[in-house]
């Protein structure tokens, strides 16, 4: 079965500083695409940053950048300069071209300290 | 504007009645998801549609049913089958459901007395 796992339930960051997120994924395979979305305390959800898993490259999005290591099946979100506005939870998702099958992990709250 | 709407925002239910949580969209989305969200569970998967008439099962299914019978709309129904309804639904789409970013409501929450 496909799974995404978020080992961290909290977070939190210094203003101003950088803080990782980790996300780890379960699947067999090869054509899939991963993203970090964010959820103030409005509960929308907003798209924070997208993946490919064919390109090696990794996604940046301004102040967010993932580090995406497909063999060890891992997608952490690194947000820089962090900024009150970013204090949220933030889920991982994963999906595979072929079936659409869209899951979430379980969800990080990231708390910003001023 | 376009987007995706789900109604109503608060909903409550007595215990033993069916329930059905509206979700439209005017992006011209052909794939819509539902998903449950209570809290330290994350996200999770109700059932899905990535074309009209046609849909699957998620992580979760027992106890919900779904119909898709138009582009625009993915009802979602609690049925009495459903042993703790009470929680937070969010209702999602996107292009085709092949990778591209999905757009969500700004979900349902649904109280059961």
């Known amino acids: 079965a496909q799974t995404v796992t978020q080992s961290q339930p909290e977070m939190s960051v210094q203003e101003a500083e950088t803080v990782t997120l980790s996300c780890t994924y379960d699947?067999?395979?090869?054509?899939?695409?991963l993203f970090w979305y964010k959820q103030p305390p409005s509960r929308q959800m907003i798209l924070v940053i997208r993946?490919?898993?064919?390109?090696?490259q990794n996604a940046t999005e301004n102040r967010f950048s993932v580090n995406f290591q497909k063999a060890a099946k891992s997608f952490s979100l690194k947000i820089s300069d962090s900024q009150l506005g970013d204090a949220a939870m933030y889920f991982c998702?994963?999906?595979?071209?072929?079936?659409?099958?869209?899951?979430f992990g379980q969800g990080t709250t990231l708390q910003v300290k001023p | 504007d376009g987007g995706i709407t789900q109604s109503p925002k608060y909903l409550f239910r007595k215990e033993g009645q069916n329930v059905t949580l509206s979700c439209e969209q005017n992006?011209?989305?052909?794939?819509m998801y539902w998903y449950r969200q209570d809290p330290g569970q994350g996200l999770r998967l109700i059932y899905y549609?990535?074309?009209?008439?046609?849909?699957q099962k998620g992580d979760i299914a027992e106890g919900y049913s779904v119909s898709r019978e138009k582009k625009e709309s993915f009802p979602l129904t609690v049925t009495s089958a459903q042993k703790n309804p009470t929680a937070f639904y969010l209702c999602?789409?996107?292009?085709?459901?092949?990778?591209?970013?999905?757009?969500f409501g700004q979900g349902t929450r649904l109280t059961v007395v």
């Open positions: 999602a789409s996107s292009i085709q459901g092949r990778g591209e970013s999905a757009f």
């Open positions: 699947t067999s395979e090869s054509d899939y695409y």
């Open positions: 993946q490919e898993a064919y390109k090696q």
């Open positions: 998702a994963y999906i595979p071209s072929n079936t659409g099958k869209l899951i």
């Open positions: 992006l011209n989305h052909d794939a």
């Open positions: 549609s990535q074309i009209v008439n046609d849909f």
